[in-house]
């Protein structure tokens, strides 16, 4: 078998996985830009999602059964990387009302950074999808715990 063949049968399950993750993004930031729009995240139809992510509507279907589960993995993406960076920020040496001020900065940043997401969590938090408010709940929950 030439080598070519080889490199190209041995890329394309990691550009298929790598297209698959692209457009599973495209359909988060596209959910947040229509929320940050001004839209209800519960109002929001799949097709509408699929346009501003510049997808065909089917795609979103491999991805997500329905858009409370675009939404739970909202929820659960910014859960895990938020308790990611306070983990890494109580790891640093520092005395503990110091920890405690760079612990803050971190969450601050990351508000700044990711100011879609907290919309999103805001909103949902006490209105829409009750599967969003328990999930947001939980996250809470786990996070303060």
């Known amino acids: 078998m030439p080598i070519s063949s080889r490199t190209k049968s041995t890329d394309e399950p990691q550009a298929r996985t790598r297209n698959k993750e692209q457009t599973r993004q495209k359909l988060i930031q596209a959910a947040l ?3 940050e729009q001004g839209s209800s995240f519960t109002a929001l139809g799949i ?4 346009r501003e992510a510049g997808v065909v509507p089917t795609a979103f279907y491999r991805h997500f059964r329905n858009t409370d589960e675009l939404g739970l993995a909202l929820v659960e993406e910014g859960g895990v990387t938020l308790r990611r960076l306070l983990r ?3 790891q640093t040496s ?3 009302e110091d920890m ?3 612990s803050v900065n971190v969450f ?3 508000l700044k950074q990711h100011h879609r997401e907290w919309r999103f969590v805001t909103t949902e938090r006490s ?3 009750k599967i969003l408010r328990l999930a947001i709940r939980n996250e809470v929950t786990h996070f303060t715990n």
């Open 33 to 35: 830009a229509l929320v």
């Open 47 to 50: 097709r509408e999602i699929t």
């Open 88 to 90: 890494e920020a109580r």
């Open 94 to 96: 520092l005395p503990g």
């Open 100 to 102: 405690i001020r760079h």
């Open 108 to 110: 601050v940043q990351y």
């Open 127 to 129: 209105g829409g999808s």
